[in-house]
């Protein structure tokens, strides 16, 4: 993946946006191949970072690793969503990012994760 400095934008049709990333929530995925709701075809990621200590915990019947934030990005058509206060489940611990205070910006998890 190669990132440049354009603009990111929220995605134009955020139910539908919403509709998709929820669905890799819950079937556990970070990243969707061609299934970007906004263009069509572009990759949607998703990257975690935890904030402060890890703890485990079950909510909803998912195990968590602590609280954090999360980002949706498609590098195609470049839509993202942020989102600032998340509980981290387990099954994302793989791409959990390094805390760096501050950045928001997709590119920059998309750099911390290898993606
Ligand atoms: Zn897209």
């Known amino acids: 993946?190669?990132?440049?400095?354009?603009?990111?934008?929220?995605p134009d049709d955020h139910a539908a946006w919403r509709r998709?990333?929820?669905?890799?929530?819950?079937?556990?995925?970070?990243t969707?191949?061609?299934?970007?709701p906004i263009c069509g075809t572009g990759t949607l990621q998703l990257a975690f970072t935890i904030d402060g200590p890890e703890r485990r915990w079950v909510e909803r019947g998912v195990t968590m690793c602590g609280t954090g934030r999360y980002w949706e990005w498609c590098e195609q058509c470049r839509s993202y969503e942020y989102y600032c206060r998340s509980s981290v489940p387990e099954w994302a611990r793989a791409h959990?990012?390094?805390e760096n205070e501050g950045w928001r910006d997709p590119r920059q998890a998309a750099r911390l994760i290898g993606a």
Not at 21 to 30: D, G, L, P, S
Request: charged share 15%; net charge negative.
């Open 1 to 10: 993946m190669t990132l440049d400095n354009g603009t990111w934008n929220w």
């Open 20 to 30: 998709v990333c929820n669905a890799m929530h819950e079937e556990q995925t970070v």
């Open 32 to 36: 969707h191949e061609g299934g970007c």
């Open 96 to 98: 959990v990012v390094t």
